[in-house]
């Protein structure tokens, strides 16, 4: 299940910060600009559908099918007014909804027809506020979030900022994130206490203990006009967990026979670190490429790199082809399905968290005609873009992604 919102989410940021402006353009004097009225600046609505498939599943133990789809929906609405001193403030509201269908996680409870998490509604709203001005660049803002499952709920809150030098040509944004999270302990049928319940709503068998899991993050960026065709991109991104971070319904096989829920340590560092170069090389193509690094102190360590080129086919059509590809060691954790020692402290079957390498091939189509899309002045861009995931353990998913932008 947490794959498939990575994936979505992953590829919503693809389509925003792969078609944003990236040239520096000059800054508006808004110095003598009057308080003015709430206007809305665009809306963006996204839906994507994912359907997975693979026979490694962690619920079973790193056996079993791995058959998911999934249906998410974003609706994006950005207001903005100016105040009196000329700083624009902008408003960001955003709703997502995800409906998800899962063979896997209905190995749970395989004697029941109702298991907690066969399928599910994931429902999570945003809020940000952005002040920022126009004639140096520089903004500030706050970010609320929500978010809820069958299994867990969860608040949000963070900061961004951003300064820009005098000669707009480099920039540096950070940002603070927090998300305080409460999860259900639903366990395999097998494995519950007498009188433990099933997680679910539905059938109120006895009661779950519930546990925290807070995520601390923070992005520092720089970015840098080296020339007129080149622009470069650095980010490091720390985080930090704490918490419940094993998922409880998932089971582990040892080597004497026996059976265990999943158990990984409670608190866990990450540390990516990325880099990005856009080289426009004439008015048709654009080269965009991305490296990052990745390690963590549970020993997964991973490089991935991608290849984007837009081509622009006419003024208003532009076709992106991209591939991305990832090779990761795995954490000293994991091991396959009957094959933990049963001396082990911490213990996985999830191939998320295995030694993997995988491809992500796809292509993006970008309509923005200057009387608006179908002619409707106001449809100011339609999307469409598709992918296909393959990984050495034998998962494989697709994904169709379509966005619309209003303005």
């Given at each position: 299940m947490?794959?498939?919102?990575?994936?979505?989410a992953?590829?919503?940021?693809?389509?925003?910060?792969?078609?944003?402006q990236?040239?520096?353009?000059?800054?508006?004097?808004?110095?003598?600009?009057?308080?003015?009225?709430?206007?809305i600046?665009?809306?963006?609505?996204?839906?994507?559908?994912?359907?997975?498939d693979?026979?490694?599943?962690?619920?079973?133990?790193?056996?079993?099918?791995?058959?998911?789809?999934?249906?998410?929906?974003?609706?994006?609405?950005?207001?903005?007014?100016?105040?009196?001193?000329?700083?624009?403030?902008?408003?960001?509201?955003?709703?997502?909804?995800?409906?998800?269908?899962?063979?896997?996680?209905?190995?749970?409870?395989?004697?029941?027809?109702?298991?907690a998490s066969?399928?599910?509604?994931?429902?999570?709203?945003?809020?940000?506020?952005?002040?920022?001005?126009?004639?140096?660049?520089?903004?500030?803002?706050?970010?609320?979030?929500?978010?809820?499952?069958?299994?867990?709920?969860?608040?949000?809150?963070?900061?961004?900022?951003?300064?820009?030098?005098?000669?707009?040509?480099?920039?540096?944004?950070?940002?603070?994130?927090?998300?305080?999270?409460t999860?259900?302990?639903?366990?395999?049928?097998e494995?519950?206490?007498?009188?433990?319940?099933?997680?679910?709503?539905?059938?109120?068998r006895?009661?779950?203990?519930?546990?925290?899991?807070?995520?601390?993050?923070?992005?520092?960026?720089?970015?840098?006009?080296?020339?007129?065709?080149?622009?470069?991109?650095?980010?490091?991104?720390?985080?930090?967990?704490?918490?419940?971070?094993?998922?409880?319904?998932?089971?582990?096989?040892?080597?004497?026979?026996?059976e265990?829920v999943?158990?990984?340590p409670?608190s866990?560092?990450?540390?990516?670190?990325?880099?990005?170069?856009?080289?426009?090389l004439?008015?048709?193509?654009?080269?965009?490429?991305?490296?990052?690094?990745?390690?963590?102190?549970?020993?997964?360590?991973?490089?991935?790199?991608?290849?984007?080129?837009?081509?622009?086919?006419?003024?208003?059509?532009?076709?992106?082809?991209?591939?991305?590809?990832?090779?990761q060691r795995?954490?000293?954790y994991?091991?396959?399905?009957?094959?933990?020692?049963p001396r082990?402290?911490?213990?996985?079957?999830?191939?998320?968290?295995?030694?993997?390498?995988?491809s992500f091939?796809?292509?993006n189509?970008?309509?923005?005609?200057?009387?608006?899309?179908?002619?409707?002045?106001?449809?100011?861009?339609?999307?469409?873009?598709?992918?296909?995931?393959?990984?050495?353990?034998?998962?494989?998913?697709?994904?169709?992604?379509?966005?619309?932008?209003?303005?």
């Amino acid at each position: 299940m947490r794959k498939i919102y990575l994936c979505v989410a992953a590829l919503y940021l693809g389509i925003v910060a792969g078609h944003a402006q990236t040239k520096t353009l000059p800054a508006k004097d808004s110095s003598n600009y009057e308080a003015r009225k709430l206007k809305i600046d665009e809306i963006n609505i996204i839906s994507a559908y994912y359907h997975q498939d693979g026979n490694n599943s962690a619920v079973t133990g790193g056996i079993g099918t791995e058959k998911l789809t999934d249906f998410a929906n974003t609706f994006d609405l950005q207001l903005s007014k100016y105040g009196i001193g000329g700083n624009k403030h902008t408003f960001t509201f955003e709703l997502g909804v995800d409906h998800y269908t899962s063979a896997s996680s209905d190995k749970i409870d395989p004697y029941s027809i109702s298991s907690a998490s066969r399928q599910d509604t994931r429902v999570y709203p945003s809020l940000n506020w952005t002040v920022s001005n126009d004639k140096t660049g520089n903004a500030f803002g706050l970010t609320g979030s929500y978010s809820h499952e069958f299994d867990y709920q969860s608040f949000g809150g963070g900061i961004n900022l951003t300064r820009v030098s005098k000669d707009k040509n480099t920039q540096f944004d950070f940002k603070g994130q927090v998300f305080l999270d409460t999860w259900k302990v639903i366990l395999p049928v097998e494995l519950r206490p007498p009188g433990y319940g099933s997680g679910s709503d539905r059938d109120g068998r006895g009661k779950v203990d519930h546990s925290p899991r807070n995520s601390f993050s923070t992005s520092f960026a720089i970015s840098q006009v080296l020339s007129t065709r080149l622009q470069a991109l650095f980010i490091v991104e720390p985080s930090y967990q704490h918490g419940l971070l094993a998922t409880k319904y998932q089971r582990d096989y040892f080597t004497d026979g026996s059976e265990r829920v999943e158990n990984l340590p409670g608190s866990r560092y990450k540390l990516p670190i990325a880099v990005r170069f856009n080289y426009f090389l004439d008015d048709h193509f654009v080269i965009r490429t991305f490296y990052r690094y990745y390690l963590d102190n549970w020993g997964i360590r991973a490089h991935t790199a991608e290849l984007e080129i837009p081509v622009k086919l006419t003024s208003f059509v532009s076709v992106s082809p991209y591939y991305r590809y990832n090779n990761q060691r795995g954490t000293r954790y994991f091991a396959p399905y009957g094959q933990h020692d049963p001396r082990a402290i911490y213990y996985t079957s999830d191939y998320d968290l295995s030694t993997l390498h995988s491809s992500f091939v796809g292509a993006n189509i970008r309509l923005s005609p200057p009387t608006g899309v179908f002619g409707w002045q106001h449809f100011n861009s339609l999307e469409i873009r598709a992918g296909h995931y393959m990984r050495s353990t034998g998962l494989n998913s697709n994904i169709v992604t379509l966005a619309m932008k209003f303005k």
